[in-house]
């Protein structure tokens, strides 16, 4: 089982950046799929990043793609998300989502953080 807590969001100007991070308590970390979601207001849950521990890759939505990284932190058991050139449509709660072993990032993961609010506003 695995606990997640995210941080880092807050209050960003448009074309600003932000990092965010998810802390991992819990066993067997590098065994889980991880994916990034955010939920704007009004709006269903988004995928928008998802790294899968079968081949150790990472693929992004087609909405963050070139603006937002993910990594891993092994030793801390941490994943971030740099996101870059943020734009008002990038307003949302964030939130870190783990599944065993996935291959694939879907809404119904095992394990989710609370979520962090990221707002883009001048």
């Known amino acids: 089982q695995l606990q997640l807590v995210e941080s880092g969001g807050g209050l960003v100007q448009p074309g600003g950046s932000l990092s965010l991070s998810c802390v991992a308590d819990g066993h067997n970390f590098d065994y889980y799929g991880i994916g990034w979601f955010r939920q704007a207001p009004g709006k269903e849950r988004e995928e928008i990043v998802c790294y899968s521990s079968h081949v150790g890759s990472t693929t992004y939505s087609d909405s963050v793609k070139g603006r937002f990284t993910f990594a891993r932190d092994a030793a801390k058991k941490t994943v971030h998300l740099q996101m870059n050139s943020l734009s008002p449509e990038d307003t949302g709660v964030y939130f870190c989502?783990?599944?065993?072993?996935?291959?694939?990032?879907?809404?119904?993961?095992?394990?989710w953080g609370q979520g962090t609010q990221v707002t883009v506003s001048s």
């Open positions: 989502a783990a599944e065993w072993y996935a291959n694939v990032c879907h809404e119904t993961m095992s394990y």
